[in-house]
């Protein structure tokens, strides 16, 4: 085979799918116009949400902004108040039994009533490799005894902190996955009945496409948000609404503060043995930044695209994942030093 035809081979099947299979409307932002759009987004307090919050903002849309850190969120609202069509703020914890309704009851009456984009920006990460996070102790293994007594506990094989792990989990679930969930259960109503264009954007990570040393609890988070709304969209798409799953590489934020598995910092337990904080795996080199970021999240929700992937070649990557898994794997092995 000749190279043309190679290429001619891989290119006809993925050009025929992005035509008959991928949904894109740009009519959506004829249908809504800029300083029309009602949106809201979850996590705006920082990092990637806060400049979404910027970029609406500057299109005269109308915002509400949502996270914990009311100071953080109020700043936001002077900034952008001269510029937005409106701009409000609610407070809340996504991960709280008491706030996703109050949430979603405020943002509604914010927005007079209805709403045309909610944005899942919030999550948390974690840092650790699974056996430290679980108290895994190779150095454990020396005092393993020499013969095997009737009574024997295992004591040598057994993990020294296995409760760390399950919280830490439980926690980066919560937040990424089962927040998400709730979310979009109590503002799918109104996204169907009070919008021309009803849009789900959730901010995932290429941690949702591929796995990555020291992220094993955040990658299992991730892809099961991944998997929850692929699922989702086809469900709701007959209805109107469209859902869209963001997949951004490293981004110049500091998502590290959130780590559910370190503790906090300024904590009682922070550093308290006088340790130096530990080096977290991973750099932040080459990272996007947080704007250009939010750019491509809001150019995906206007073209209402299933899939963004940033920065593009992390696209690459996830398509020799399939050929290649080997290469991948050892790009991510090297990317956080585990070569
Ligand atoms: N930075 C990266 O390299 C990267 C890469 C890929 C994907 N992502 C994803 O991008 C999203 C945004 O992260 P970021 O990098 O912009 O970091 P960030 O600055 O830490 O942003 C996280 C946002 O989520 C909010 N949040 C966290 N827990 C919350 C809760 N329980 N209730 C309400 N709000 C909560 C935080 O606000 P409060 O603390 O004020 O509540 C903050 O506004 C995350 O989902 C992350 O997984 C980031
Ligand atoms: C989801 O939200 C509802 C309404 O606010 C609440 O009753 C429920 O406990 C929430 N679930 C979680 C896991 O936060």
């Not at 116009?33 to 705006?44: L, T």
């Not at 949502?66 to 609202?77: F, G, I, P």
């Not at 409106?86 to 309704?101: A, F, L, M």
Request: net charge neutral; glycine share 8%; hydrophobic share 45%.
């Amino acid at each position: 085979m000749s190279v043309p035809s190679i290429i001619a081979a891989l290119a006809i099947p993925i050009i025929l799918d992005r035509v008959l299979f991928r949904s894109k409307d740009p009519a959506r932002t004829s249908r809504i116009p800029h300083s029309k759009e009602r949106v809201v987004i979850i996590g705006a307090s920082s990092g990637i949400g806060s400049e979404l919050a910027r970029v609406y903002a500057q299109r005269n849309a109308h915002v509400v902004v949502v996270a914990r850190r009311l100071q953080l969120l109020e700043e936001l609202v002077q900034e952008l108040s001269p510029v937005a069509g409106s701009i409000h703020v609610v407070q809340g914890d996504v991960t709280s039994p008491e706030d996703v309704r109050r949430i979603t009851v405020e943002s509604l009456k914010a927005l007079q009533g209805g709403i045309d984009t909610l944005i899942i920006c919030a999550g948390a990460i974690s840092v650790l490799p699974f056996e430290e996070l679980a108290g895994i102790d190779a150095a454990k293994a020396d005092n393993a005894p020499t013969t095997l007594e009737s009574d024997a506990d295992f004591s040598h094989l057994m993990p020294t902190n296995p409760q760390a792990a399950l919280e830490a989990s439980v926690r980066i679930m919560n937040v990424n996955y089962h927040a998400p969930l709730n979310l979009t259960s109590h503002f799918l109503p109104a996204l169907t009945r009070t919008s021309a264009a009803g849009n789900i954007v959730v901010v995932s990570s290429m941690a949702g496409k591929l796995g990555a040393p020291t992220r094993s609890i955040y990658c299992a988070s991730k892809h099961a948000a991944q998997g929850f709304f692929d699922a989702l969209g086809m469900e709701v798409e007959r209805t109107g609404v469209h859902v869209g799953i963001v997949s951004p590489g490293t981004v110049d934020t500091d998502l590290r503060q959130s780590a559910v598995d370190l503790p906090k910092p300024g904590s009682s337990t922070a550093g308290s043995d006088g340790s130096e904080p530990k080096k977290i795996a991973g750099t932040k080199k080459g990272a996007m930044t947080a704007r250009a970021c939010a750019e491509g999240i809001v150019r995906g929700s206007d073209l209402r695209q299933q899939e963004v992937v940033m920065p593009w070649f992390y696209s690459v990557s996830i398509a020799l994942n399939l050929i290649t898994p080997g290469l991948v794997r050892w790009l991510a092995k090297k990317k956080y030093g585990y070569l």
